[in-house]
């Protein structure tokens, strides 16, 4: 049976499993926690990264004087920054922002876009409201969302949401690193499920879309809050309405596209307390949460959280004839031989590694590659060997394989296909085969002969010079011998027809052992 070489090298998809971009949060890091220097007497919470500072809220030291005296009025959460390094560590210092657009009111959290330079901040949406050490996001208070921007370099009030209203809360915002796509809660009546729910909203011209709800996946009957967008596929928030308790715990979901996957428990963050408001910084290796858990400075404490890379390795070995995955497909991965258990081999790889991986299965074409985890998100790595089912004096043609008139020498065009043979011939290392050149019928039967034994000796010394023994690899030359179709000598044809003529093919002689 003749196939066209082409084919088994041409791009197809993963058909087991499509590449999803929404690859679990939490198959992609392990979670370490640390204290942080943050914190205070009181509450500290809130964090969130905003160029290369760490902004949350806390009290003032006359305010904390206050609470530990007893007295609640006028008191408010206000915002402070912290310097942090490139990772998102945070350094010493600690400065008030936006006083003047937060006085008399309760400041934060915030989300910045670097892209849009904005920056959405929460405030309460009333003055002088009663409040003493509690959570804030438990606080009976109204909240809105105000967007800032740097103008001549300060921090000013430029806008607010267009869903901001004294009847309901809208607050805690995380913005996409496009700032085309707003995350955040909502208590308002007619559109949630109970409690307060996480919300998105779309800015299209300029113009922000309608608040949606994100349904039931994510929101319940009870309260959802402090959404967090991570590099736009992953929504980290939190929820007492999944647990028993009131308690406040921290989940993740992929997104895909309209498509939410895979709730899934922070367990290695969450505590018996309240757990909150985890942000990551865009570098990946750092991260900040809130928790009032024992063992704490305050109320509500920030923690640092280090964050070590995974990578889930799923890959499957393909028959091209049947479209269907092997079972206990035999492979070489890093060098060790493996039997895949099922279809879907495993395994969790490093960072910064690559890994050759190839099918070693007795009568089939098989596969190799190089799965590398070098600059690579972390998360699943799905892919795929492609095999194929083969017998003995089985031809192939090669396509694109080009020679200038009356010339044997290898083309640059040609080197490219003849590297794919090095590469079957690699995968397949006890095989044999015989590479033949053919030429169509212009010109005498012995001047053709010799034309193409030449090229066919040309390709097979490319090959060997590529590594391949030259005791695996037969050249032989066809002439016009073996036409494909009608266009023999003195038959008018196009130059389409003899150029299918014009043909390199490989055939299988022997292959293990046989």
Same mark, same amino acid.
């Not at 647990?243 to 290695?268: H, K, P, R, W």
């Not at 889930?312 to 004839?321: A, W």
């Given at each position: ?92 210092? =600690?400065?008030?922002? *936006?006083?003047? $657009? &937060?006085? #008399?009111?309760? %400041? +934060? ?7 849009? @330079? ?112 991570? =590099?736009?596929?992953? *929504?980290?928030? $939190? &929820?007492? #309405?999944?647990? %028993? +308790? ?7 979901? @992929? ?260």
């Amino acid at each position: 049976m003749k196939r066209v070489l082409l084919f088994l090298f041409a791009f197809v998809p993963m058909l087991v499993f499509a590449q999803q971009e929404c690859v679990y949060f939490k198959k992609m890091v392990n979670l370490e926690t640390e204290k942080t220097n943050l914190n205070t007497t009181q509450s500290d919470f809130g964090p969130g990264f905003v160029g290369d500072e760490l902004w949350y809220s806390a009290y003032t030291d006359e305010e904390i004087e206050k609470l530990n005296s007893g007295s609640g009025k006028k008191i408010y959460y206000n915002l402070y920054s912290t310097p942090t390094d490139e990772k998102g560590n945070v350094k010493s210092g =600690k400065s008030a922002m *936006l006083a003047e $657009a &937060s006085e #008399g009111y309760h %400041a +934060g959290p915030v989300s910045y876009c670097e892209a849009t @330079g904005e920056l959405f901040v929460t405030l309460s949406n009333f003055d002088n409201p009663v409040i003493r050490n509690k959570v804030y996001q438990k606080a009976d208070i109204r909240l809105k969302i105000i967007i800032a921007q740097k103008v001549n370099g300060e921090w000013q009030k430029t806008g607010e949401l267009p869903f901001n209203d004294p009847a309901y809360s809208v607050g805690h915002p995380s913005i996409t690193a496009t700032g085309d796509t707003l995350y955040f809660v909502s208590d308002i009546p007619e559109k949630g499920l109970g409690g307060t729910d996480i919300y998105r909203s779309v800015r299209t011209n300029g113009t922000w879309g309608e608040m949606e709800n994100m349904g039931s996946e994510i929101n319940t009957d009870k309260n959802e809050m402090f959404p967090f967008i991570y =590099k736009g596929k992953f *929504l980290i928030f $939190a &929820s007492n #309405g999944r647990g %028993a +308790g009131d308690d406040l715990n921290m989940y993740n979901v @992929g997104l895909f596209g309209d498509n939410i996957s895979g709730v899934a428990e922070l367990t290695e963050l969450n505590s018996a307390g309240d757990d909150f408001g985890f942000v990551i910084h865009p570098e990946g290796e750092v991260g900040y949460y809130c928790s009032n858990k024992e063992g704490g400075m305050g109320s509500d404490d920030i923690y640092k959280v280090l964050l070590e890379g995974l990578y889930h390795l799923e890959l499957v070995v393909m028959d091209r004839k049947t479209m269907q995955p092997m079972e206990n497909a035999n492979i070489t991965f890093d060098g060790v031989a493996e039997t895949i258990a099922g279809t879907v081999f495993k395994k969790v790889l490093k960072e910064n590694e690559s890994y050759p991986v190839a099918s070693n299965i007795d009568g089939y074409m098989n596969d190799s590659k190089t799965i590398s985890t070098v600059g690579k998100p972390f998360g699943v790595l799905r892919d795929t060997l492609w095999v194929e089912k083969v017998e003995v004096r089985q031809k192939f043609v090669m396509e694109n394989i080009y020679y200038d008139f009356d010339k044997w020498n290898i083309l640059p065009e040609s080197e490219v296909e003849l590297d794919k043979l090095v590469k079957v011939m690699k995968d397949n290392p006890d095989w044999k085969v015989e590479l033949g050149s053919h030429t169509d019928c212009r010109g005498s039967d012995a001047y053709n002969q010799i034309l193409s034994q030449k090229r066919s000796d040309s390709a097979v010394g490319y090959i060997v010079n590529k590594g391949i023994e030259a005791d695996r690899i037969i050249a032989k030359g066809y002439g016009e011998s073996q036409l494909v179709n009608h266009c023999d000598d003195g038959v008018p044809c196009s130059k389409e027809d003899h150029r299918k003529n014009r043909r390199t093919e490989f055939t299988i002689l022997e292959m293990n052992g046989n």
